[in-house]
């Protein structure tokens, strides 16, 4: 069986290494090549594309695949009537490895077949491996229920540095997002599908006290952007955003309003009649903004709400968020919250698949 697979994953690896080089090339040529959103195979590269975090974890992970890998050699000798002589680990630079000793007198006396059926059950355990560091990372949740209940928002395991996302006001690592403007956030996948909504509808409004109004707003004249857009507000200021609404005497108003002070208790609207609750006079008051640039509400446990405002893709992408596991009230340590994508489990997949393409390719 190992055979088998060894000599299918050998083709299958150079097909994937093949597009690999492939979408690399046309993602040096071109600036915007239609295959950029696909995953492709890179070279990990520990304080590079490694955060320096996850190091410890990709290290034990080379280190249980180089063991797996070479015990299984070391298995298909015993069978095949090998002398085994030894097993021993090494450190090549940094990177921990592992080696079996055979008798090469022996290895050299069987047929070929049984030499195939030796060198093919590294790659036949690092699959076997792979599969079960993706069924263990499948099958956690189920473990963890009676203690545990998912569906409160998206961790956030990771913010870039320098991003739209980081900052003082910013996301950090350990937030829960529960909301985008009015769509809630459940797991990752709301994440992306509240974006993607964010993206393809108008802007959201907010309701605010006509009184508020009064009070802060800034007297500025508008004025039209190269966009077709208006704008009411000093191009300096980092804390004003220009804003447009209507009343009973002309539809076209603008005022610039402090965003926080103006919105950040304000309910979700899209026009004035979404304003009209308890008898209180609100307007809707919607942000006048470049075309495609959007200002989107984050709620994000435990800190304040997180005004962004640019493209929501820039968003999107400048975290990594992952499902999380909340602990059931009454339990121990009820105030922490847990990754459902731990990373332990996650390294030795990953790292089994990769060790695969190149085990089946030497």
Same mark, same amino acid.
């Given at each position: 069986?190992?055979?088998? #697979?060894?000599?299918?994953?050998? #083709?299958?690896?150079?097909?994937?290494?093949?597009?690999?080089?492939?979408?690399?090339?046309?993602?040096?040529?071109?600036?915007?090549?239609?295959?950029?959103?696909?995953?492709?195979?890179?070279?990990?590269?520990?304080?590079?594309?490694?955060?320096?975090?996850?190091?410890?974890? @990709? #290290?034990?992970?080379?280190?249980?695949?180089?063991?797996?890998?070479?015990?299984?050699?070391?298995?298909?000798?015993?069978?095949?009537?090998?002398?085994?002589?030894?097993?021993?680990?090494?450190?090549?630079?940094?990177?921990?490895?592992?080696?079996?000793?055979? @008798?090469?007198?022996?290895?050299?006396?069987?047929?070929?077949?049984?030499?195939?059926?030796?060198?093919?059950?590294?790659?036949?355990?690092?699959?076997?491996?792979?599969?079960?560091?993706?069924?263990?990372?499948?099958?956690?949740?189920?473990? $963890?229920?009676?203690?545990?209940?998912?569906?409160?928002?998206?961790?956030?395991?990771?913010?870039?540095?320098?991003?739209?996302?980081?900052?003082?006001?910013?996301?950090?690592?350990?937030?829960?997002?529960?909301?985008?403007?009015?769509?809630?956030?459940?797991?990752?996948?709301?994440?992306?599908?509240?974006?993607?909504?964010?993206?393809?509808?108008?802007?959201?409004?907010?309701?605010?006290?006509?009184?508020?109004?009064?009070w802060v707003q800034a007297p500025n004249r508008a004025f039209k952007r190269l966009d077709g857009t208006m704008e009411c507000c000093n191009n300096n200021s980092l804390t004003d955003i220009c804003f447009t609404y209507s009343n009973n005497l002309d539809s076209h108003l603008y005022a610039c309003l402090p965003a926080r002070r103006a919105i950040e208790s304000s309910g979700i609207c899209r026009s004035n009649t979404d304003c009209q609750k308890d008898f209180v006079p609100e307007l809707c008051?919607?942000?006048?903004?470049?075309?495609?640039?959007?200002?989107?509400?984050?709620?994000?446990?435990?800190?304040?709400?997180?005004?962004?405002?640019?493209?929501?893709?820039? $968003?999107?992408?400048?975290?990594?968020?992952?499902?999380?596991?909340?602990? #059931?009230?009454?339990?121990?340590?009820?105030?922490?919250?847990?990754?459902?994508?731990?990373?332990?489990?996650?390294?030795?997949?990953?790292?089994?698949?990769?060790?695969?393409?190149?085990?089946? $390719?030497?």
């Open positions: 069986m190992g055979m088998v #697979f060894g000599i299918m994953a050998m #083709f299958g690896s150079i097909i994937l290494l093949f597009k690999t080089l492939m979408q690399t090339l046309s993602q040096m040529m071109y600036e915007n090549p239609d295959g950029s959103h696909e995953q492709v195979l890179q070279v990990v590269v520990p304080g590079v594309n490694l955060p320096v975090s996850q190091m410890a974890y @990709f #290290f034990v992970a080379i280190l249980i695949s180089g063991v797996i890998h070479e015990i299984g050699h070391g298995v298909a000798a015993i069978r095949e009537q090998v002398r085994f002589n030894g097993f021993g680990m090494f450190i090549f630079i940094i990177y921990p490895g592992a080696f079996v000793d055979l @008798f090469t007198t022996h290895l050299q006396l069987i047929s070929p077949v049984q030499q195939l059926r030796i060198f093919c059950a590294g790659v036949w355990h690092n699959f076997i491996l792979g599969l079960a560091a993706l069924v263990s990372l499948l099958v956690l949740p189920l473990f $963890l229920l009676p203690f545990y209940y998912t569906g409160a928002g998206a961790l956030i395991t990771e913010v870039i540095e320098d991003s739209p996302a980081s900052g003082p006001r910013g996301l950090f690592v350990g937030d829960l997002v529960t909301q985008l403007e009015d769509c809630r956030v459940l797991s990752v996948e709301d994440w992306h599908s509240c974006m993607k909504e964010i993206i393809y509808r108008p802007q959201t409004g907010y309701c605010v006290n006509e009184a508020t109004l009064q008051l919607i942000p006048s903004l470049e075309n495609q640039t959007r200002l989107i509400r984050v709620k994000h446990q435990p800190q304040m709400d997180m005004l962004f405002v640019g493209y929501p893709l820039h $968003l999107q992408y400048a975290v990594v968020p992952v499902p999380c596991l909340m602990p #059931f009230k009454g339990t121990k340590h009820t105030s922490r919250m847990y990754s459902i994508d731990p990373p332990l489990p996650h390294w030795p997949y990953c790292q089994d698949w990769s060790l695969l393409v190149l085990e089946s $390719l030497f």
